[in-house]
Each structure stands twice: as structure tokens, then as C-alpha cells.
């Protein structure tokens, strides 16, 4: 087998599972309680923000509450000892990977922790609630919603995503459905352009058939002993 030297590792929701943050598709899930249709458009914002402020507003409180976990932590491991290129693409909105210590990543559906402006369109950090219409603190117009990604919208850095895709020789997926696109079709480009694809998840995801290889199980162990094979110890 050819050695790895450049690796894609795209995360979803089950990587923080075991912190105690809600996955969006397994039972018990936040759809289970709100449906995205109710929170997570334009046009639910457009039709009642109040919900939808609230919602992120109990959300980016309680994921300040939560902390990194074993797969978080041996992938940030990884992040700094691994040699040759390596991205870690987040669909993740909290902030784990880099509580963590993870540095080659980003957030491609944006962050809980961030508020985007429309008025001056700038982002600033934000930790407190948006419900009560607080200024931009650049240009401070009252004009502050989530810096998230909602359905329907363009995911963030797909250039760069893209260009990592193309160059790495290892492709791996942890802890997501395979249901949301384009971060669902990656494992297909990949594969297309010559990496090997390893899925690590508590089971099978829709996308299951197009990794060469599936290890199932919860990410505190399959992730970390994943890295140490990486690392070699
Ligand atoms: P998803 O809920 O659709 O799928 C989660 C996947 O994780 C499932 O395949 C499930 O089997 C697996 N899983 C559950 N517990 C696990 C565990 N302990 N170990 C390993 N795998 C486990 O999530 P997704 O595919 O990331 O969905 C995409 C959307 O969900 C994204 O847009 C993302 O922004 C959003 N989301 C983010 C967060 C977060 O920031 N933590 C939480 C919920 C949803």
C-alpha cells in the first residue's frame, strides 16, 4: 500500500456525542424536538426569529458547559505530530476540536460561538444570547444571527476543502449520518481521485459502501486507537 502522507478527516456530530451534545439523526436527537425545517432556514428565521434565536441561544450556552473528549483529544494528537498535510473539515458548530487543540481545521458550517452581522456582514466571537437584539459591536447595527450554516445556505470553504480533497492520500469520516451534502459526497471524490477512504462510526452511514474500510464503535475508542496506529505506537 502506498504511504500516507496527506490526510482529509471530515467530523460530524457523533465525535461529540460522548460530551453530551445532541447528534441531529440518532434516537433521542435534536430533530426528535425541532424540526429543521423549524430552526434551521433562512426562512424560519425570516418567519419567526424569536424561535430561532432562542434556540440557538440555549444551544451556544450549553455547549460552553460541555468539554473535549478522548476523540477530540487524540485527533488534536494527531494534528501536531503527523508530518505531512493534514485538515480536519468540521461540520460541527461547537467549538471541541479546538478546545482540544486541534490548529489545521475549519468549521465548514460555521460556529455556535459566532455572530455574523447583516448589516456589516463581519463576524464577531459571541458567547451571550442574540435574542434580545444586541449591536453588532463593529457597526453597531441590531442586525446579529448565528454565524451557522442553515439548509439551503453555501457551506464555507469549500475551496479549500476541495483543494485538500484533491491532494490527500487518506480520506477518513468520523462520526456523521452521510446525509447532509456536499460534506456527504466527499468520501466519492476522494475515492475518485485515488485515496483510500476509512469510515470510523457507531454504525454504518449512508455513504457506508463508498469507504474501503468501516470501523464501528463509539469515537472515544475507535478514533484514539486509530491515531495511535497513525502514530505508530
Ligand atoms: P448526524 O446527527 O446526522 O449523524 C451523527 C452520526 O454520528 C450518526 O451516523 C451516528 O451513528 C454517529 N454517532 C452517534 N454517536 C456516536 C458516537 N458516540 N461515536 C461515533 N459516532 C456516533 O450528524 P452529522 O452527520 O454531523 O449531521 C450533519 C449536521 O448536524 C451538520 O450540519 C452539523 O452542523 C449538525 N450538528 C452539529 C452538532 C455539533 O456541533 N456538535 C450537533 C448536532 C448537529
Redesign the pocket.
Known sequence: MVPVRNIVIL????????SG??????AG??WERHRPEDVATPEAFARDPDLVLAFYDMRRAA?QEKQPNA?HEALARLDAAWPGELLIV?????D?HERAGARRMLHM?GE?LNAWCRACDRRSRWLGPLLDRPPCPQCGAAALRPD??WFGEMPYRMDEIQAALRRCDLFVS???????YP??GFVRDARDLGARTLE????P?QGSAWFHESRL????E?VPAWVDEMLGQ
Open positions: 467530523t460530524g456530530a457523533g465525535v461529540s456525542a460522548e451534545i445532541d447528534t441531529f439523526r440518532s436527537g435534536l455547549i476523540a468540521t461540520q460541527n458548530i461547537d471541541l458550517h455556535h451557522v450554516v468520523i462520526g456523521t449520518s452521510g446525509a447532509v460534506a456527504a470510523l462510526n457507531l454504525e452511514s464503535g463509539p469515537a472515544t475507535v
